[in-house]
């Protein structure tokens, strides 16, 4: 569109070039999908991502599937009945205040390094980040991949890799770029210098998607400070709102009255930022008492505790449903459980025991997060056994268990027994199974979905959960029914039962501690 003036005067070159400019903006933008559809490696290793294989291997195709034992899913519902609009965003325009503003990801482009492994890897790493961010809310457009043996101190890509990104995010229309590492702070401030959009990083998305599913008290203030700890340092800015002291002759001759209060705006916020921290830290610790007297208590009545662990989305809460009937909120989404469950089950014999169910893990589990979360973690590290879940459907379960296996050793739990629990059968490959089940003992094929193996799995469990072990003949007068009501109960194992003139005769199994409570009655 041109302008002329009332008298006739020919257009306004200027004006023809910004409309050329736009219509050339506008051409690149609508052509970028299939631009990007047909990027093909490069010479030099670099590859593109295209939209359509954005998709994580880490979720399952389709929607969640849920079975009869996984109840109402309410939060389920109530989940989906708020969800981010596409294009409604109130960012501010300045980028220097990006820490000042909440993480809101909706149209992102991702970014990699492939410095070791296998190009399969560095792909099936990027397709985890691009799951993590459809779970944060955003829609994936498009991702770059570098072939590099380390990072780039200043930018983490090239500076020729870093130019590549900005056109890709110009051509897409994004308006966030991130990166499948944690980010120094100054390379982030670096690469926004290039692309000009805001840029975050793998740990940043992480603690967005888990401020988004925190639901306990304690599961929100646990995600705050490792918010508040991972921002601390990330901290920036010199624009108008420094107010930094002067007066004086180191003023300039501004005499009195020009004095500031002498602490920058950086300073104010770095200062309530660890006031806040500190606060949090006490109400966490004021929190964790009442989850070790519910501990001490299923000690003190000797009651096995079992806890599940595993990768995210592996299928936790749907084994914790097929199991316990727990009716815990099952969806195909990365982190989608992050409170602590606990329930009660029994073997197939008749002894009891708890089934815990506990956050997720991923590749590179931020270490605020283990940090924040090991109060809740402490349920693993307590428990007589651990449920690793694995998806068996994944083509490489074998990176996910060593993943687990990491933030076990972080917490000190791999000296506790480890039953794996190749997960999603109905969908796995045959020759997959095989070559885990090769690399690791104590393994059970289940499907949480159809129910296939739960039953191995359960004796599984009773051969592996502490049994009591001291062998007893016990002849109980009929006027003590309250001991044989105990003896009945979850921590005994009765062999045989009769009933004589003289009282009720049990042959049972107790644990050592529990002899002096039965010792009058010993035949």
């Avoid at 009765?494 to 003289?502: A, K, R």
Wanted: proline share 4%.
């Amino acid at each position: 569109m041109t302008h002329s003036s009332a008298s006739g005067e020919q257009p306004d070159n200027n004006d023809q070039r910004r409309d050329d400019e736009a219509k050339s903006l506008i051409d690149r933008i609508l052509a970028s999908d299939a631009a990007h559809a047909t990027a093909s490696p490069s010479a030099s290793g670099d590859s593109l991502i295209s939209a359509q294989k954005s998709r994580a291997l880490a979720l399952d195709a389709g929607e969640s599937r849920h079975t009869e034992d996984d109840g109402d899913q309410l939060d389920l519902a109530a989940r989906h009945a708020l969800r981010r609009v596409e294009g409604l965003s109130t960012e501010l325009d300045d980028m220097s205040e990006v820490e000042y503003r909440k993480v809101r990801l909706e149209r992102v482009v991702l970014a990699g390094l492939w410095t070791e492994g296998s190009a399969d890897d560095a792909e099936n790493s990027l397709h985890e980040l691009a799951a993590l961010a459809e779970t944060a809310g955003s829609t994936v457009l498009d991702g770059v991949i570098q072939r590099r043996h380390s990072p780039d101190p200043a930018t983490y890509l090239g500076k020729g890799k870093a130019q590549e990104l900005a056109d890709v995010v110009s051509d897409t229309g994004a308006d966030t770029v991130v990166v499948d590492a944690e980010l120094a702070p100054s390379q982030r401030r670096a690469l926004e210098d290039v692309v000009r959009v805001k840029v975050i990083d793998r740990t940043a998305l992480i603690l967005d998607i888990f401020a988004q599913h925190a639901q306990s008290r304690e599961g929100k203030a646990q995600v705050e400070l490792a918010q508040l700890e991972y921002l601390l340092p990330r901290l920036r800015g010199w624009g108008d709102s420094m107010s930094r002291q002067a007066g004086g002759r180191a003023a300039a001759g501004e005499g009195i009255g020009s004095r500031g209060p002498g602490e920058t705006k950086i300073e104010l916020d770095r200062r309530r930022i660890r006031n806040r921290m500190a606060k949090l830290r006490r109400e966490i610790a004021a929190m964790a008492p009442a989850r070790e007297t519910k501990r001490a208590n299923r000690r003190r009545n000797k009651v096995p505790s079992v806890a599940i662990a595993g990768y995210t989305n592996a299928g936790k809460s749907s084994l914790l449903n097929r199991l316990t009937r727990a009716g815990v909120l099952v969806e195909n989404a990365l982190f989608a459980t992050l409170d602590p469950t606990v329930r009660k089950a029994v073997t197939p014999d008749g002894l009891g025991y708890t089934l815990s169910d506990t956050v997720g893990f991923v590749r590179n589990l931020p270490t605020q997060l283990v940090e924040a979360f090991r109060s809740t973690l402490e349920e693993v590290g307590e428990a007589d056994v651990i449920l690793h879940v694995v998806d068996v459907s994944h083509p490489d379960p074998e990176s996910q268990i060593a993943a687990v296996h990491e933030v076990l050793n972080e917490i000190d739990a791999r000296r506790i027994p480890e039953i794996i629990v190749l997960n999603k059968a109905d969908a796995a490959d045959p020759m997959t199974i095989a070559r885990v089940r090769r690399a690791h003992r104590d393994t059970v094929l289940v499907s949480a979905h159809t129910g296939e193996g739960i039953e191995d799995l359960e004796a599984m469990i009773a051969d592996t959960i502490p049994r009591p072990t001291l062998e007893l003949d016990l002849l109980i007068p009929f006027t003590d029914g309250d001991v044989v009501s105990r003896l009945h109960g979850s921590d005994v194992e009765i062999l045989s039962e009769q009933y004589q003139p003289e009282g009720t005769r049990l042959t049972v199994l107790v644990r050592e501690e529990d002899k002096e409570e039965f010792a009058q009655y010993v035949v």
